[in-house]
């Protein structure tokens, strides 16, 4: 007979209790769960012993679903209502997405409102967001984890990869949410690998992890130090992977056997039959790929490993670009890197491993299983968040931020808060004034990029601070703090300090930022450096004109008195100088330089021109202040 183990009332029921805890990998292609178990980490398997759940979700007319292999079998048959590699739709718009060929799916725009802008598929069941063909994956994953450890769990690290964007996590987050799981942390795939490689305890050092996903390929240059882990930079193509060597085989095979436009049945099964063969060619040197279409027709094409290479080739290239542009961000050469390490079912294929052991000039790490690496990883995280640290776990990983965070401030300028390659978690505070007297509002605008003007940077949030006390410009202080999440969520607060008026936003951009626009973004704020600069300096003249004119417009207002009608007269004149200046500081035909330089000019001379004024209104305001006051008192 089993004994039963009671405890007080609030007393823990044993003081070694192992809280459940999973990672789990969530990816394109497949999804996998893992715990630590007598501390080590395992995947979990399902009632028939396998350990991938394909990430595919089939609806059914009753509203029901079919969730992995048993959706998977009808991908073919079935393909409008079954949904694969749902992760490239998370927190996406219809135009993001465009560009994705081959796809059955019935998509409606989810339209700003409702649907936050993220495209959803119409199936015989409804119609479904990205977020609940998620949960149905994430739902399977947690009985599949709570029927193998007997319990609930208390709580999950989600993988995601590095580039997925506000968007794109809190998709994720909602996801796990509606799934019932508890997220202790959304953790970068790449970071999670390092963790399952355990290179806390490798040499001090520079690491890159490849990651070559289904439909992803995430580069992440880690600098591991005194046994805590940074990631110098990330880099990569959210839209390039496995699937994409399916595609340029798929169209090899069209071509090879000189067949006419299919259909969308025949296209499904022809990819599948492309898949099988690039999975074969990664260890035979070369395959056949054999179908009958729906019309009777046979297809025969054989591909060898070498054809399968060079068909491919450019898609390898497209990686190493990204691995040199993460380098160059990182501020690290290929001698610095000390070790690399191999993730994704599509680092198998042995071109990608050669490419990158040549960049490299040393062997990659890929003992472990490149398909549960990850999840590996996510598990031992998932175990120490839980509370089940086990003595000697005291890394840290860290994540960085893409692309700047900024604030627009006057002239339609950017004040970055929290530059690029930021580490997260992180807050940065700055603060703010007004612009003019008695200024009760304050309009904040959350940008996002590397260039110096609003106009060409990703608006991302606006909001306003209302309730400021009216003070004379320049002297209410309103501190502005940004804070990136450790799954990189921004919220950003505003508060005036005299009155304690608060105002804050998180950030839920709508639609997804790709990195073929954060690439672009970066390019140009690379090659617009010294214009923007300049042009910086313009606006920031021109904003020192607006201030100069209404300082000097109001303190008229209040004490004309103290000036002879001549001196009222130059000080006009030196007003409308300015003006005329500030207009002439729009004309483009100019040089940038220039016309600072001539509204520079003008700005001066009003200052000088004021500063007889100032003085006696000073006088004015200090004798106001003694009067009727005996020298003692003050
Ligand atoms: P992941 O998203 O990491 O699960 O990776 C899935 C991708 O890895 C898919 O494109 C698979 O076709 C690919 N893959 C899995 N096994 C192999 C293999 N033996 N050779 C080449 N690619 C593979």
């Known amino acids: 007979m089993a004994l039963l183990q009671i405890s007080e009332p609030g007393m823990s029921t044993?003081?070694?209790?192992?809280?459940?805890?999973?990672g789990i990998d969530l990816g394109t292609t497949n999804s996998l769960v893992a715990t630590v178990r007598s501390?080590?980490?395992?995947?979990?398997?399902?009632?028939?012993?396998?350990?991938?759940?394909?990430?595919?979700?089939?609806?059914?007319?009753?509203?029901?679903?079919?969730?992995?292999?048993?959706?998977?079998?009808?991908?073919?048959?079935d393909p409008k209502n079954t949904i694969v590699s749902v992760k490239r739709f998370m927190g996406r718009g219809l135009k993001d997405i465009a560009h994705v060929e081959n796809l059955p799916y019935d998509f409606v725009d989810g339209g700003r409102e409702g649907g936050h802008g993220m495209v959803q598929i119409r199936t015989v069941a409804g119609v479904k967001s990205p977020v609940e063909v998620s949960a149905q994956i994430l739902a399977t994953l947690r009985q599949r984890a709570e029927d193998s450890l007997g319990d609930e769990l208390v709580g999950a690290v989600i993988t995601v990869p590095a580039y997925f964007d506000d968007a794109q996590r809190q998709a994720t987050k909602d996801?796990?949410?509606?799934?019932?799981?508890?997220?202790?942390?959304?953790?970068?795939?790449?970071?999670?690998?390092?963790?399952?490689?355990?290179?806390?305890?490798?040499?001090?050092?520079?690491?890159?992890?490849?990651?070559?996903?289904?439909?992803?390929?995430?580069?992440?240059?880690?600098?591991?130090?005194?046994?805590?882990?940074?990631?110098?930079?990330?880099?990569?193509?959210?839209?390039?992977?496995?699937?994409?060597?399916?595609?340029?085989?798929?169209?090899?095979?069209?071509?090879?056997?000189?067949?006419?436009?299919?259909?969308?049945e025949d296209t499904a099964t022809l990819m599948?039959?492309?898949?099988?063969?690039?999975?074969?060619?990664?260890?035979n040197d070369e395959t056949t790929v054999e179908a009958i279409l729906k019309s009777g027709e046979i297809v025969q094409v054989t591909v060898s490993a070498e054809t399968f290479t060079e068909i491919t080739k450019h898609l390898v290239v497209k990686t190493m670009n990204a691995i040199r542009k993460a380098m160059r961000d990182a501020n690290v050469s290929v001698e610095d890197v000390d070790g690399v390490v191999m993730v994704g079912g599509a680092t198998r294929m042995p071109q990608v491993r050669r490419a990158v052991s040549e960049f490299f000039k040393t062997i990659p790490h890929a003992n472990i299983d490149p398909d549960r690496v990850v999840a590996l990883g996510a598990a031992i995280q998932a175990n120490l968040l839980a509370g089940n640290r086990a003595p000697g776990d005291d890394w840290l990983l860290l994540d960085v931020t893409p692309l700047s965070l900024g604030i627009e401030t006057m002239g339609g300028l950017v004040e970055k808060i929290i530059p690029r390659n930021s580490t997260i978690p992180v807050a940065r505070a700055q603060e703010f004034t007004t612009f003019k007297d008695g200024q009760t509002a304050m309009a904040i605008h959350v940008v996002q990029g590397e260039r110096e003007l609003v106009s060409d940077s990703r608006s991302l949030a606006r909001f306003e601070l209302r309730g400021i006390p009216p003070m004379a410009a320049g002297a209410a202080r309103i501190r502005v703090t940004y804070q990136v999440d450790a799954d990189g969520l921004l919220s950003v607060s505003a508060?005036?300090?005299?009155?304690?008026?608060?105002?804050?936003?998180?950030?839920?951009?709508?639609?997804?930022?790709?990195?073929?626009?954060?690439?672009?973004?970066?390019?140009?704020?690379?090659?617009?450096?010294q214009g923007d600069m300049?042009?910086?300096?313009?606006?920031?003249?021109?904003?020192?004109?607006?201030?100069?004119?209404?300082?000097?417009?109001?303190?008229?207002?209040?004490?004309?008195?103290?000036?002879?009608?001549?001196?009222?007269?130059?000080?006009?004149?030196?007003?409308?100088?300015?003006?005329?200046?500030?207009?002439?500081?729009?004309?483009?035909?100019?040089?940038?330089?220039?016309?600072?330089?001539?509204?520079?000019?003008?700005?001066?001379?009003?200052?000088?021109?004021?500063?007889?004024?100032?003085?006696?209104?000073?006088?004015?305001?200090?004798?106001?202040?003694?009067?009727?006051?005996?020298?003692?008192?003050?």
């Not at 998180?506 to 690379?526: C, F, H, N, W």
Request: charged content about 25%; proline content about 2%.
């Open 14 to 22: 044993a003081p070694h209790q192992h809280r459940l805890a999973v």
């Open 39 to 77: 501390g080590s980490p395992e995947v979990l398997s399902d009632e028939n012993g396998r350990s991938l759940l394909p990430s595919i979700v089939r609806y059914l007319p009753n509203g029901h679903a079919n969730i992995g292999y048993k959706a998977h079998a009808h991908r073919t048959t």
């Open 175 to 264: 996801a796990a949410q509606l799934a019932g799981l508890n997220v202790l942390r959304l953790l970068s795939e790449p970071t999670a690998a390092a963790i399952a490689y355990g290179l806390d305890h490798a040499k001090e050092g520079v690491y890159a992890v490849y990651d070559l996903g289904g439909g992803t390929f995430d580069i992440s240059i880690l600098k591991l130090s005194k046994g805590v882990f940074e990631v110098l930079s990330t880099g990569g193509d959210s839209a390039l992977g496995g699937d994409d060597f399916d595609q340029r085989l798929f169209c090899y095979i069209t071509e090879q056997a000189k067949l006419a436009p299919l259909s969308e």
């Open 272 to 283: 599948v039959k492309a898949r099988q063969a690039k999975e074969l060619l990664s260890t």
């Open 495 to 529: 508060r005036e300090a005299r009155s304690g008026v608060e105002a804050s936003i998180t950030v839920k951009p709508s639609y997804g930022l790709g990195d073929d626009e954060i690439a672009r973004m970066l390019q140009e704020s690379y090659t617009s450096a």
């Open 534 to 634: 300049q042009m910086r300096a313009l606006r920031e003249e021109q904003v020192e004109a607006e201030r100069i004119l209404l300082a000097t417009q109001s303190a008229l207002g209040e004490d004309k008195d103290l000036l002879s009608g001549e001196e009222q007269g130059a000080i006009a004149k030196l007003m409308d100088d300015v003006r005329e200046a500030v207009a002439r500081s729009n004309d483009q035909s100019q040089d940038t330089g220039a016309r600072q330089d001539v509204l520079h000019n003008a700005v001066q001379a009003l200052a000088r021109g004021t500063e007889e004024f100032a003085a006696r209104r000073m006088d004015k305001s200090v004798r106001k202040a003694l009067a009727g006051k005996s020298l003692d008192q003050v």
